[in-house]
């Protein structure tokens, strides 16, 4: 146990995270996302949603301030312009942590799964809203 380490990160993900570098990617996806069949480092954050995980997740995490997109959602392949509540609240919820205004960037699935192929680490969560599935670069701490 440690204080101050939000509870759904467990040890594995505290040394996955603090052994990302600037630019490294880390996938929250949702529960049916195929994390295992990928080459990245599968982790869990089980018993929580996506935008649960990644509200605590800011609180050690900082986002990546020198490239556009820093942020990246699943949408449909189709291309729907459909609003998804999970991708409105991270928006909130990384805007706010990082103090500036973060817009995520629309992938659609196929390509997500292109790019989520070179993340650090994948986690998976316990969330059943489809597409609820995300990718933040990490930044630099300036301390």
Known sequence: MLKTIPPVIGPDLLWAIAAMGHGDQLVIADRNYPAHSG???TLEALGVDTTTFIESLLQLFPVDDFV???AFAMVPDEGAEEAYESHRSA?????????????????PRTKFYDL????????????ARPYSCFILVKGVVRS
């Open 68 to 70: 556009s997109p820093e």
């Open 39 to 41: 080459p990245s480092r």
């Open 116 to 127: 989520a192929r070179s993340s650090f680490a994948t986690v998976i969560t316990s969330d």
């Open 91 to 107: 928006t909130q919820l990384i805007s706010r942590a990082e103090n500036r205004p973060v817009e995520l960037a629309r992938v």
